[in-house]
């Protein structure tokens, strides 16, 4: 198994998610720092993800989890080892923080 590299960025998870999802509103924070030591930090970094999309009217949060992990397919190679994830409509309670 290769090793990643741990190139991918707070910032390309970003443009990723706005290419592919058009966010109203988008957060993305690389909590790696909080996992220092942890095992899993040998295998890449961790993000924290909130985004409100009008992509996600209707669909479950599984549905909506497997929108954002589609456009982030091509990062996760470069490093992605945890993806924690906030979904929501744009009309939904906690979409607006």
Do not use: C, K
């Not at 990643?4 to 290419?19: F, G, K």
């Not at 996992?35 to 295998?43: I, N, P, T």
Request: charged residues 20%; glycine residues 6%.
């Amino acid at each position: 198994m290769s090793t990643p590299t741990h190139r991918v960025s707070a910032a390309d998870i970003e443009r990723a998610l706005r290419a592919a999802l058009s966010p109203s509103a988008l957060a993305v924070d690389d909590d790696s720092h909080h996992h220092a030591g942890h095992a899993g930090a040998r295998e890449g970094r961790h993000f924290s993800v909130r985004i409100s999309s009008a992509r996600f009217a209707g669909l479950s949060m599984l549905a909506r989890h497997r929108l954002v992990y589609d456009a982030l397919q091509p990062l996760i190679p470069q490093g992605i080892h945890a993806l924690a994830i906030q979904a929501h409509a744009p009309d939904e309670p906690g979409a607006n923080w």
